[in-house]
């Protein structure tokens, strides 16, 4: 169970009951926090009243023959993650959630997702858990690969209801939650600049940077003078972005993007690099200052440009690592799937979305960064394995999955259909393993040339220091 302030379901101890896909597919935002495009979600379902337990997000792999592979690793990862926190899941419930292309081929799309679907249906069925329901959303509709009853499941699909007007929104409002836009929009103000204008300057100034600092951080005499001017900027820049008025997010980032000049912003990723730099800062992750850093780590990760994308690593997983202790679960694990995103290797991110995943409470790290000590790295990888966590993501199509545990209120699925073909579900022969795990793209190194770029300036972040 998770024990952090805020949660993304109703208030402890109000049950809701939710019947039929309908009411599914419109509590999927709150369950997540956000409305999750381009994914495949499975959740965790316990007992005969089909109490929800933990959930599972992944990008949807794009191409088809990783399809029967993943599916098997998500279904592995949900049932053994499952049994670790609450016991084995009864059911699961599984929804693909993914747009069309123009907007308007809704059923297409959701043809096309077929074979994933009963992929993931074989894969649980061949561990003995059922797929309860498998679901589709795509343009504003919802479909069942389940159930073969064109009055209630028609070919064209049914549309999604009205926000606000259903019983989990209404549950919602009343425990105070918000749920977020889509997973891309929350992305977006993490990605790299894309206006070319804003991009090329910035990427000056990151070259004007590297030949002057880079040496200084490797120089054993002069790296602490280094992560002296680092930190004191960063304080600078955070008291300026304190005293801004407060504003909508879309405005706030463009506010907090023109107080930050390009040679401040690259001074600041590149002091960023060193993990004693870094963990310095990650104890800036709580009181009035948080938001502030917060603030920052997001800036300096939309400056993270061209050849330097692998440098957001840093300001990615501190936006992380903030967004967590602070209760907000959904950013943390957007920002911590980005660092590794763009770098797999980042070992502080690797550890901070396991022990995500894994519902450990960040007081634990808190109170180690309040005080002096080992690495930021070594201090979550130890309260992980004291809580007896394993693995807790598993990779495919060049990203994490995200694993929550449960939280918050008991919701229940209801059984409104007729049995038979109800008992049919989630059987059938085992999706074919490859004995491979599928390629993860992304994991080769810009070609730059810069050996010391690849390496972290020299030190691969391993954990322990150099």
Same mark, same amino acid.
């Given at each position: ?58 990008? $949807? ?155 200084? $951080? ?6 602490t003078e280094v992560a002296g001017e680092t930190l004191e ?35 600041? $990723? ?19 200052? !948080?938001?502030? !850093? ?30 967590w202790s602070t209760g907000d679960e959904p950013g943390a ?124 300036y020299g030190r691969r972040d391993t954990g322990s220091h150099?």
């Open positions: 169970m998770n024990k952090h302030h805020e949660s993304t379901g109703p208030a402890e101890g109000q049950q809701i009951t939710l019947r039929g896909p309908a009411e599914l597919a419109d509590a999927l935002p709150y369950l997540m926090g956000f409305h999750p495009d381009d994914s495949v979600v499975m959740v965790a379902l316990h007992g005969g009243r089909g109490r929800f337990g933990g959930r599972l997000r992944l990008g $949807i792999p794009q191409a088809p023959g990783e399809w029967g592979p993943v599916a098997e690793q998500l279904a592995a990862s949900l049932i053994s993650g499952s049994e670790r926190r609450e016991g084995r899941p009864d059911a699961i419930v599984i929804f693909l959630c993914q747009d069309s292309p123009d907007g308007a081929s809704a059923r297409l799309t959701m043809e096309r997702l077929r074979p994933f679907a009963q992929s993931l249906r074989t894969a649980c069925g061949a561990l003995d858990v059922p797929v309860l329901e498998a679901l589709c959303i795509s343009d504003g509709r919802y479909w069942s690969y389940c159930c073969p009853d064109s009055r209630c499941c028609p070919a064209q699909g049914n549309p999604l209801a009205l926000p606000g007007t259903t019983v989990m929104a209404a549950a919602a409002a009343y425990a105070g939650i918000q749920v977020r836009g889509t997973l891309r929009d929350m992305e977006a103000r993490l990605a790299p600049w894309q206006a070319p204008d804003a991009a090329f300057a910035q990427l000056q100034a990151l070259g004007r940077a590297e030949p002057s600092l880079v040496p200084r $951080i490797l120089d054993e005499r002069t790296k900027l960063a304080r600078t820049l955070m008291g300026r972005l304190g005293r801004a008025r407060s504003a909508p997010e879309a405005v706030s980032d463009f506010e907090d993007d023109q107080s930050i000049g390009d040679d401040e912003a690259a001074a600041l $990723i590149l002091g960023l690099q060193d993990r004693e730099t870094r963990d310095k800062a990650a104890a800036w992750m709580e009181g009035p200052g !948080a938001q502030s !850093a917060l603030r920052l780590w997001r800036a300096l990760a939309r400056r993270c440009v061209g050849p330097y994308g692998e440098h957001a690593a840093a300001p990615l997983t501190l936006a992380g690592w903030v967004s694990r957007v920002a911590l799937t980005m660092a590794l995103r763009a770098d797999p290797e980042y070992t502080f991110a690797q550890l901070l979305h396991r022990a995500c995943n894994e519902g450990l409470d960040p007081e634990t790290l808190r109170r180690c960064l309040r005080g002096e000590g080992e690495t930021a790295d070594a201090r979550v990888e130890a309260d992980a394995d004291a809580a007896g966590t394993g693995a807790g993501t598993a990779g495919a199509a060049g990203t994490a999955a995200e694993a929550t545990a449960a939280r918050g209120p008991a919701l229940h699925v209801r059984r409104v259909r007729p049995l038979p073909h109800r008992e049919r579900r989630g059987t059938g022969r085992r999706a074919t393993d490859t004995g491979r795990r599928p390629p993860t793209p992304g994991t080769t190194r810009p070609g730059t040339g810069a050996t010391a770029r690849r390496t972290r150099s």
